[in-house]
């Protein structure tokens, strides 16, 4: 059970919406699920310690769940959002929602018989919609609770599954479910008997292209903006890595938002390189917190351990370290907090990616203004050569690695240089951080840096101007410099914790084998023959691999749980 | 040979020439010139390199034994000791442009470096016997900000090894020097190097170094 849990049932009409619902109530109230809203035509249902609100459309033909902020970043109250779950819902309407309001949060609304449904472009809260019976259904959780309520028909989608495994751990958007349909974050859905609609009306691309229209974002109030908005005045489990978004969160939460935290949380590993305990006692010093300091002391890691990552839609790759998730609800609990607020996301926003594209965007941007020193600079970061030949490598190889892109935010990526693709596709990658996770199951796991507005500022500016004079997110160190201390704006490194996986998964490699080689993947012919080869010690210590084993373990255990779902429901 | 690793010093047995070792996490990493290769002893147990020497239990030096890694009989200690891992950045550089003499001195060392394929021992024999140059570390600055303008205008610029020693070499024509250490990580195995001067990192920032375990020193 999650904190974001809850399904939205809307019917043709209101006598198929009872007969769906009539059989299952006893069974999520068994649950400890419970009716959150009630209309004739919409029904929803989420845990009753769930932390999600949900606002019904005054006229009883809309909802609203989630969180939903204007510009401002101020709150709307419940009575404002029950408004926007009461107009009707086309693409006109969803984009003046979009450029208006932000947050963590669906839109459904009745419109014509069907059922219209906007996802938040920050893809906050996962929302996957089916039909049943003359009922629409969204949801935005795969709870074993809601099996009843699963298509007829469902199954495994094989095909899919082998594209799952063939890139364990990326994160794919299409399901590998059949009857279920995900909506990508910005995307308006209608569905209904016959129909299947889907319209995207918020693209990183065109946030991109649009930006000469729009006034010059301000990278610094916009994440100042936004963070104090999510953080509000709840209590708060706050990460601090020692990395640098981390602590730009940490350093534009207001003084009374940081008495607030319940524990500012850094995980440690006894490797050097993965020991960043010293950054994150900076950024603790400097706002005068302290800091709960924890070792990581390997993983431990099981069959009925990865199956409780498996009640989810796809492949849990938010879960690749369940141990850290686990201590991250674990304090939750204890310290009765609301949620945890992470740095997640800053690498993409702000632009790490150390790459040469960034000399094609400074010309593809500028054509003959393109500046020698600009070039130059990236060049000396880079330590690549000023050659037209390094730079034709770099696309080649690109062009290449798009091949394996498959999100909706990067189906139209014309006017877009490769650079600013690039973070397009990183910031499709981070969805994954969005998804679900055993970390949730109290409270929810809030991104600043991945809302709406975040993103978009960091959209708007070129690549080139995010790591100005050839350093990885320039353009937040300049914005932030007050509020971080000089070690970690200075700093040059990421925290590197391969040695710690690596040796952690290498003590578990004779279950990872047995459950790897002997289970429903390989029945299914889907494990390569020389999966075997790289299950030692010797192969994970020369080539690396970790994660692509944990991710290929989180899979196995997401089809298990699937197919032992999906059986059950045969009669 | 078990007797002859115990009755020579204990459990104790010295790394064959041209074989340099070290400890990261559980296991062994050892480097062998002759071969120009890298090995792995995976979970070594409590067997620690000291200079030259391997200490440990009996079943780890036979192991390392079998693969004629070490010998029975003590050998000379005469190798610089790999460095602990820098932490002190250079001084700021000045304000400093290449002039076009710079730009001769790393074009002829470049056109030089680039010519050949050296091996580890090739590098390690030509380089370990260099003369001692002066000791200025404003200087150093100064030479390694150059360097860094003037290493993008290289046609081919190619992994750590080759700048590593194009740096060097740059230096070293200012009668300036550095110690050049070689790293390497496991999970997956990576091998780097890079310059340093006592705890101060010279061709890189030095917090970007502490992945790596130093395992030898030219």
């Known amino acids: ?571 | 040979m078990a007797d002859a690793l115990r009755a020579d010093d204990g459990d104790c047995g010295w790394l064959a020439e041209g074989i340099h070792a070290v400890r990261v996490g559980e296991d062994l990493v050892l480097l062998d010139l002759a071969a120009d290769a890298y090995l792995c002893l995976p979970e070594c147990g409590d067997l620690r390199i000291e200079g030259r020497r391997a200490l440990g239990s009996m079943d780890d030096l036979l192991r390392l034994a079998a693969e004629e890694l070490v010998h029975p009989t003590s050998a000379p200690d005469d190798r610089v000791p790999p460095p602990a891992l820098q932490s002190a950045r250079l001084p700021p550089a000045p304000p400093i442009r290449p002039t076009l003499r710079d730009l001769a001195t790393f074009g002829v060392i470049w056109l030089d470096v680039v010519r050949r394929r050296p091996t580890l021992l090739d590098l390690s024999r030509r380089y370990a016997r260099r003369r001692r140059r002066r000791s200025d570390p404003d200087a150093l600055a100064a030479r390694v900000e150059v360097f860094r303008q003037l290493l993008p205008l290289a046609p081919w610029t190619g992994a750590c090894l080759l700048q590593a020693e194009l740096l060097l070499r740059f230096l070293n024509a200012a009668d300036l020097d550095a110690d050049w250490v070689f790293g390497v990580r496991t999970f997956p195995f990576l091998a780097h190097c890079w310059l340093q001067i006592g705890e101060q990192c010279v061709s890189e920032a030095p917090e970007t170094l502490t992945v790596y375990r130093p395992i030898m020193v030219i």
């Open chain 1, 1 to 571: 059970m999650g904190a974001d849990c809850a399904i939205i049932l809307v019917g043709d009409d209101p006598a198929a919406l009872d007969a769906l619902v009539a059989p299952v109530r006893q069974r999520l109230s068994r649950n400890g699920w419970s009716r959150k809203s009630h209309d004739p035509f919409i029904q929803v249902f989420a845990p009753t310690s769930g932390r999600l609100e949900v606002a019904r459309g005054l006229d009883g033909h809309g909802v609203v769940i989630g969180e939903v902020y204007d510009g401002e970043g101020q709150a709307l109250p419940l009575r404002a959002r029950g408004a926007l779950g009461c107009r009707r819902l086309d693409a006109a309407r969803a984009r003046i929602v979009c450029s208006d309001h932000w947050g963590r949060y669906l839109l459904v609304r009745r419109v014509e018989g069907d059922v219209a449904v906007f996802r938040d472009p920050s893809g906050a809260l996962d929302c996957v919609v089916w039909r049943k019976a003359g009922v629409t259904l969204i949801s935005t959780s795969a709870a074993a609770v809601i099996d009843p309520w699963l298509p007829d028909g469902i199954a495994l989608d094989w095909d899919a599954v082998a594209a799952l495994v063939a890139r364990p751990g990326e994160h794919r958007h299409r399901l590998a479910l059949t009857g279920l349909q995900a909506v990508a974050g910005g995307e308006l859905r209608v569905v209904g008997e016959g129909v299947n609609r889907a319209h995207q009306i918020w693209r990183p691309a065109e946030v991109y292209r649009d930006r000469a229209s729009r006034p010059e974002p301000d990278l610094r109030g916009t994440v100042e903006r936004s963070v104090r908005a999510l953080a509000g005045d709840r209590r708060w489990i706050a990460e601090v890595s020692g990395g640098l978004d981390s602590a730009i969160v940490a350093g534009v939460m207001t003084l009374d938002q940081r008495r607030s935290v319940a524990e500012w949380v850094n995980h440690y590993v006894d490797q050097p390189e993965g020991d960043e305990r010293a950054y994150a006692r900076a950024v603790a010093g400097l706002h005068g917190f302290s800091l709960t300091e924890v070792r990581r002391d390997g993983l431990r890691l099981d069959a009925a351990r990865l199956a409780a990552c498996a009640e989810t839609f796809r492949p849990a790759a938010n879960d690749i370290d369940p141990d850290y998730n686990d201590d991250i609800a674990d304090r939750i609990e204890a310290t009765g907090g609301w949620g945890s607020l992470t740095g997640q996301g800053g690498d993409a926003v702000f632009f790490q990616m150390p790459s040469l594209l960034i000399g094609l965007d400074e010309i593809w941007e500028r054509r003959g203004r393109a500046r020698w020193t600009v070039l130059h600079r990236l060049s000396r970061w880079l330590r690549r050569p000023l050659w037209p030949t390094a730079l034709v490598k770099d696309w080649r190889e690109e062009v290449r690695h798009r091949a394996g892109w498959e999100h909706p935010w990067l189906d139209d990526l014309d006017g877009v240089p490769p650079a600013k693709a690039l973070q397009m596709s990183a910031l499709a990658f981070c969805q994954t951080f969005q998804g679900p996770a055993v970390r949730n199951r109290l409270g929810p796991c809030i991104n600043p840096l991945l809302s709406q507005p975040v993103v978009e500022a960091g959209l708007a500016l070129s690549a080139v101007d995010l790591t100005w004079g050839g350093r990885d997110r320039a353009a937040a160190r300049a914005a932030f410099a007050d509020v971080l201390p000089p070690s970690i704006l200075d700093r040059r490194s990421k925290g590197e914790l391969g040695a710690y996986y690596g040796g952690a998964v290498a003590r578990h490699l004779d279950f990872l084998r047995d459950y790897l080689l002997g289970g429903a993947l390989a029945e299914a012919g889907l494990i390569a023959p020389g999966l075997e080869d790289r299950l030692t010690r010797d192969a994970l210590l020369w080539r690396g691999g970790h994660s692509h084993l944990l991710s290929l373990a989180l899979t196995e255990a997401w089809v298990r749980r699937w197919r032992e779902r999906l059986d059950w429901r045969i009669p």
